[in-house]
């Protein structure tokens, strides 16, 4: 399974809701990703808005935006071991460790092998979590999300949650890693072409990161940015950081855009923003 059949079937979903429900037809796109889902909000929304530019269906896709996302993974994996040697995670030692395994991912990544490709970036991911025993997710803290499956289920089982969300009563929620192992060829795979299908369509981008997360954060996304094939790109690139503050006049983090590309880096945030900073999410 690749992101061309998420794309389908995410597309059908909405044939299905515009069928049942009347309203406006514009139509934002958004993703970012729990922990153990790859951040996946960097694959999934481009490709379905990709998908949405070539099969036009009854919404008129507007925006887009991806929290913390995996989108060019070959060229964001590169970028890991000195974030982690800047966050102070790794002695000199572990920083050639992972180094070398990073580029080992990446070389492998552009011969398209896949599945080689992300057990090497596992691999340089995992030399970073033991010698320093973070949460890749939020530096700050050694705390695993573990917690956070109990609190999707005993969310998604409410029954006054799965009336708002159309749910079958009889339906449980739960989680496979069927579905990770299925998609296992897919993660290395970049996105970036389809962001920059959406940019030239005019379609407005948004690319929010964690100030904490080592995962997909700032760094990472930074540096495929900066390799869009783009006409605007040079030109988002030399364009002033803003200071971002929320309604209440709190310092939220910054923002920089040019034309229909905006990016912003949430301060106080790991890779879950919506969690660690609410107010600033929904700033």
């Not at 995670?89 to 395994?101: G, N």
């Not at 879950?272 to 900073?277: A, I, N």
């Amino acid at each position: 399974m690749f992101q061309s059949d998420v794309a389908r079937a995410l597309a059908r979903f909405l044939d299905i809701f515009a069928a049942r429900h009347t309203g406006s037809r514009r139509l934002v796109l958004a993703g970012e990703c729990a922990t153990g889902a790859w951040s996946y909000g960097g694959h999934y929304v481009p490709s379905l808005g990709n998908y949405l530019l070539q099969n036009p269906g009854p919404f008129q896709l507007e925006a887009v935006m991806v929290g913390d996302g995996l989108t060019d993974p070959a060229i964001q994996v590169l970028t890991k071991p000195q974030e982690a040697y800047a966050f102070g995670l790794v002695d000199e030692t572990k920083l050639k460790e992972a180094q070398s395994l990073a580029q080992e991912a990446h070389a492998l990544a552009q011969e398209a092998h896949w599945v080689e490709a992300v057990e090497k970036r596992s691999a340089m991911e995992d030399v970073v979590k033991h010698a320093s025993e973070i949460n890749p997710y939020d530096v700050r803290t050694t705390e695993q999300y573990g917690w956070l499956q109990e609190r999707m289920q005993k969310f998604f089982e409410k029954k006054s949650n799965k009336d708002l969300l159309h749910i079958p009563e009889n339906l449980t929620f739960g989680t496979s890693p069927q579905v990770e192992e299925n998609l296992k060829a897919d993660i290395m795979k970049s996105q970036k072409p389809h962001v920059e299908s959406l940019l030239n369509a005019g379609v407005r981008v948004l690319l929010y990161q964690g100030q904490f997360d080592w995962k997909d954060g700032f760094v990472s996304n930074e540096a495929w940015i900066r390799t869009l094939s783009w006409a605007g790109t040079q030109q988002f690139l030399s364009s002033s950081r803003q200071l971002w503050r929320r309604t209440d006049q709190q310092l939220a983090g910054y923002w920089k855009s040019y034309e229909n590309l905006e990016q912003v880096l949430v301060l106080g945030a790991g890779h879950l923003v919506p969690m660690d900073q609410p107010l600033s999410a929904v700033a």
